[in-house]
């Protein structure tokens, strides 16, 4: 007797066409779910290192806000430092000038003239004094030209003026300080309290002692 199949042949077609798409679909979704499992673990492992870097960066920031603040405090102590060096160098310049500018008027200051007030505002110089005349105040003014340490004397005032008994030119004039001159013209600051070398003459020789007188019976050169 020939075996004859009853069952439907598209049913069991059917039924194996959809196992087999069952079991690709589960590799391809197993597949898809380790894809997607390699690439969260990547991007975790992305994000870490990121923000172990961020982490770093932030404590090398923090670091050099420091190192940034000291360095902002130094250079307000370089600045102070300056400051305070260029007042003792203003100090000192200004104690040499006065000193310079004492000497230079005692050494300028020509015979019949008398200074009754000196004042310095800056590099200008105000003197004023009495003459026994006009022509002194002149000299005076040339003699401020010729110093290496002033310069541009201009007269302001000067008018007859009644001291005591006697008539006198009273004067006003201004006179500029060079800065810094006497070292081109190979001047020293004078040592307070010397005596001014301007119109010192060579000192006169001292007077040779006077032989002694020959002793009466005596010849000179011989002994007795």
Do not use: C
């Amino acid at each position: 007797m020939i075996p004859i199949n009853l069952l439907p042949h598209r049913a069991e077609r059917r039924k194996a066409q959809r196992r087999q798409f069952l079991i690709m679909a589960g590799i391809v979704g197993g597949i898809a779910v380790a894809i997607v499992a390699v690439a969260h673990s990547f991007l975790e492992q992305r994000i870490a290192g990121q923000e172990s870097r961020n982490k770093y960066l932030e404590k090398q920031i923090a670091t050099l806000d420091t190192q940034i603040a000291e360095i902002k405090k130094l250079k307000e102590q370089t600045q102070q430092l300056l400051s305070r060096k260029k007042v003792v160098e203003s100090l000192a310049t200004n104690r040499t000038e006065t000193v310079r500018l004492l000497d230079q008027l005692v050494r300028q200051l020509p015979d019949g003239l008398y200074l009754r007030a000196v004042k310095q505002t800056g590099d200008t110089v105000n003197v004023q004094g009495y003459s026994t005349s006009n022509a002194r105040v002149s000299t005076l003014m040339r003699n401020f030209e010729t110093s290496p340490w002033l310069k541009s004397p201009t007269l302001v005032e000067i008018k007859a003026a009644k001291v005591g008994n006697n008539t006198l030119s009273d004067f006003n004039l201004n006179v500029k300080l060079v800065r810094g001159g006497g070292d081109d013209a190979g001047g020293d600051v004078p040592t307070p309290g010397a005596k001014p070398e301007g119109n010192n003459g060579p000192k006169p020789a001292a007077p040779a002692t006077p032989a002694a007188a020959p002793t009466p019976g005596k010849t000179p050169g011989k002994e007795g």
